[in-house]
């Protein structure tokens, strides 16, 4: 391979991504893509550049000085990117804001391409991406203009990266600006959005996930076990995928068939509705089984409303679990969603 694919995740949730030649320095390849990541020396002394790489291979060399970057950081994935030339593709966190480093979010035009509604709780909505496919990290969102509203709305994706087709698992809110305009979209419509944003995405998976989706919180993991499947991932997986309403289960035949492609995937549905016949009800936190938390090595990964974030955080406390890590994104209608 002669090039990879660096993600670079900024601290107000933009991401860039850049190309990295076979060799180059991440603060090389930034700089040709005309993004100024902090610096100072690029020479391995200052520390300046100190970065967290969230996944990838890659080499930091000798010629840098235990002042700029000690030994203990290494190990906790911090690295400098004057040194740091990667050998895969790489997502590293910028501790900087986009605009302190001269760029900004992409903006991508679109066309409707279906639009699929499920029950009366939430529609696909599939744009074409005109041009080359988007790049994104599995977890992360956009914001989509709404055609003749003049507001944005903010969507994870529910599709994988590589696809020139996008897809987004959207909630029927009745009067909601998207949902109206979802009620007459039709194909070949133009669409613009921006993005991708937030620092909900998969990270390097090395060991066992637990995912927890609330309502269309499920879109982001959609993506993510599409990756995983392609990445022929061994890992012990499990969902629990929570909803209000037994109608609000969508999408579960498309859970499913994960089943076949990832030989360690388990998932469970939860209703909160006490009239339901579910045969599991009530909250998520009721429904997670023991061993899917591996004695707290096990990557948490959560979509949903604040209440359930926080419910489970509360579940963690009162358990004394600390999971390995726990990365979650809470959302509400019509508002921005706010990754952690
Ligand atoms: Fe000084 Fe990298 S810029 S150590």
Not at 76 to 98: E, R
């Amino acid at each position: 391979m002669s090039s990879y694919n660096i993600a670079l995740n900024f601290e107000d949730g933009v991401t860039r991504f850049v190309e990295c030649k076979a060799g180059e320095k991440v603060l090389d390849a930034a700089f040709r893509a005309k993004i100024n990541l902090p610096m100072d020396c690029s020479d391995g002394v200052c520390g300046t550049c100190k970065c967290r790489a969230e996944s990838g291979r890659y080499d930091l060399g000798d010629e840098y000085i235990e002042d700029a970057l000690s030994d203990g950081e290494k190990q906790s994935g911090l690295v400098l990117t004057c040194q740091m030339v990667p050998q895969s593709d790489c997502v590293i966190a910028v501790p900087a804001s986009s605009t302190a480093c001269k760029t900004a979010q992409s903006r991508f035009a679109a066309t409707v391409a279906n639009v699929e509604p499920h029950n009366d709780a939430a529609v696909v909505l599939e744009l074409n991406v005109a041009g080359a496919a988007p790049v994104f990290l599995a977890g992360q969102y956009v914001n989509i203009d709404v055609p003749g509203s003049g507001q944005h709305r903010s969507y994870s994706f529910s599709s994988a990266p590589g696809e020139t087709n996008v897809r987004f698992l959207i909630k029927k809110i009745p009067g909601g600006t998207m949902s109206t305009w979802l009620e007459s979209a039709r194909p070949g419509e133009r669409v613009e959005m921006t993005g991708p944003l937030g620092s909900f995405y998969l990270r390097a998976v090395q060991r066992p996930l637990l995912f927890l989706a609330g309502g269309t919180g499920l879109a982001p993991f959609l993506s993510m076990l599409e990756v995983l499947a392609r990445d022929r991932s061994q890992q012990q997986i499990h969902l629990i995928y929570g909803a209000t309403r037994d109608l609000d289960l969508v999408q579960v035949e498309a859970i499913e068939a994960y089943g076949a492609r990832l030989p360690n995937f388990t998932f469970g549905t939860v209703v909160a509705d006490p009239t339901s016949t579910h045969p599991r009800k009530g909250w998520v936190t009721q429904h997670i089984p023991a061993q899917c938390l591996n004695d707290g090595d096990v990557d948490v990964y959560l979509c949903g409303p604040p209440p359930m974030v926080d419910a489970v955080r509360g579940y963690f406390d009162e358990h004394g679990i600390t999971p390995h890590s726990f990365h979650y994104e809470k959302f509400t209608p019509n508002a921005a969603a706010v990754a952690v």
